[in-house]
């Protein structure tokens, strides 16, 4: 491949993880809006807003596999077409439950893009490249986390909630014109067919019991653990999810290779990726609570108030990039970890209702600093680890486990947060449509010993990430990918 059409294809990428980093930090700020709009209740809102998260999971997997046999260039731009298509329909929904059919469609799209991006990008760069390519395109997703709020804010004001997704539309269609010309939809490493037909035991167990899981997290933290739901989606879980292991240790074409958990490098990397997404959503999730429930800052101001949380991992990603490519990438990932840990304890130690701004940023700018260092490095590690063959498929596991780890950071820290502030009040200041506590101390003082008890409880959780991802070094030299084949 020559020189310059890497970096257009990089480009490309970029452009899709920027429009998904975009998607979920306009919606929030915009959701007071879209209830008014749509005459939504708050769980019908808090769904529009997970929906998207919840097919993205369930699909990225399955995604990824198939770009593994089918094309990863196709798949992506397919998806980046059916995101942009959706988008512009959504904006013209006229109550919540179509419009959370939308987000699903939505969902499924971003998926499609999320899983193939980045083994797209892992087959156009050579192994020492990999690492500053990722952090490129780790660096553009904090651009979106930046602007996000600050766009979604303005948006929203200015011309109403629909333009949160009505904007997605022209970047998306220079998306699919721009990937179209620079990758063209001809792969060059498309996997031939395998006898045995598709995986369809693996697809169907797969969807419901992932889909199962995911609807208990979400329904149970916002409705109720005691739920019929959650115990029902939970049960389809336990059930179905070992079946679904036991379909893939026999399957010829296994929707997941399990023998790529047998690599020590992928699976502590997988690992900590997950400990590092639960770690950093629930201190995202619980300082949004602290800013608008305890300060009684609004959504636009409290967004603004995060922006710390992205600003290191924009300007060290492509710098942590090269230095794992240059030095290997155990250590600037295990050094980007043990740092967040000092990030939380502060966090944990410092924070008060009185507590000056500039000390939080400080943290988080040591957390968003150890995210930018751990990223580009573990994800490079993965896709190395996984080797060619298997890349679309590690793209997918990577999304899916990180995707995962964002939903368990909201059902831990949820009922921390509820044990102290009613359950309506919660949901209501997470969404947008209540500033404060309403002068309630006893909540307050509740809710800052439970902020206190997450923050140390993701520091401990970055321990045991910093801890395997120094323990990830594997002394087999072959990636999985070329050594291993389906048996």
Not at 48 to 66: H, I
Not at 292 to 306: R, S, Y
Not at 402 to 418: H, K, Q, R, W, Y
Request: hydrophobic share 55%.
């Amino acid at each position: 491949m020559d020189q310059s059409r890497k970096w257009w294809i990089l480009s490309v990428t970029s452009l899709g993880s920027l429009l998904s980093a975009l998607n979920f930090s306009t919606l929030i700020i915009a959701l007071p809006d879209l209830l008014k709009g749509l005459q939504a209740s708050l769980l019908q809102a808090m769904w529009v807003m997970l929906s998207y998260m919840v097919a993205q999971t369930v699909m990225v997997l399955m995604a990824g596999s198939l770009a593994d046999r089918f094309g990863r260039k196709r798949l992506y731009i397919a998806g980046m077409l059916l995101f942009t298509v959706v988008s512009l329909v959504a904006g013209f929904a006229t109550n919540a439950p179509v419009l959370i059919i939308f987000r699903i469609l939505q969902g499924v799209g971003g998926a499609m893009v999320m899983a193939n991006s980045t083994a797209i990008v892992a087959d156009a760069f050579k192994k020492e490249e990999l690492g500053r390519a990722l952090g490129i395109n780790i660096m553009v997703v904090a651009v979106g986390q930046i602007i996000g709020p600050v766009l979604g804010g303005w948006l929203t004001t200015a011309y109403g909630w629909e333009w949160t997704f009505w904007f997605n539309v022209p970047f998306g269609i220079l998306g699919v014109v721009w990937g179209i010309k620079t990758m063209g939809l001809k792969d060059e490493k498309i996997a031939a067919p395998k006898s045995g037909g598709l995986d369809r035991g693996g697809i169907v167990t797969y969807v419901i019991s992932i889909t199962g899981l995911l609807i208990a997290l979400t329904w149970g933290p916002i409705e109720s653990w005691s739920s019929p739901v959650v115990w029902i989606c939970g049960l389809v879980f336990v059930v179905l999810f070992p079946v679904f292991l036991r379909c893939e240790q026999r399957h010829p074409n296994a929707l997941l290779h399990l023998p790529l958990f047998l690599n020590r490098t992928f699976t502590f990397g997988i690992i900590s990726a997950t400990l590092n997404a639960i770690a950093r959503m629930g201190i995202m999730f619980m300082l949004i609570f602290y800013l608008q429930g305890a300060l009684e800052k609004d959504a636009l101001v409290a967004g603004i108030m995060t922006i710390p949380l992205a600003a290191g991992m924009l300007v060290v990603s492509p710098l942590a990039g090269s230095l794992g490519d240059k030095y290997g990438e155990t250590a600037p990932a295990t050094v980007g970890l043990f740092l967040n840990i000092f990030g939380m304890a502060g966090l944990a130690l410092d924070t008060a209702i009185s507590t000056p701004f500039w000390h939080l940023a400080v943290y988080m700018t040591i957390i968003s600093i150890g995210s930018g260092l751990f990223n580009s490095p573990n994800s490079s590690s993965i896709m190395n680890a996984a080797g060619a063959q298997y890349r679309g498929e590690a793209s997918g596991i990577r999304s899916l486990t990180t995707n995962m780890g964002m939903m368990l950071s909201i059902a831990f820290s949820m009922p921390i947060v509820t044990h102290s502030i009613p359950h309506e009040a919660m949901l209501a200041i997470f969404s947008g449509t209540q500033v404060g506590m309403n002068g309630d101390h006893s909540a307050l003082t509740g809710f800052i010993s439970g902020l206190h008890a997450v923050f140390w409880f993701m520091a401990a959780l970055m321990a045991l990430a910093t801890v395997l991802s120094y323990l990830r070094t594997n002394k087999r030299p072959q990636a999985l990918g070329t050594s291993m084949h389906h048996k």
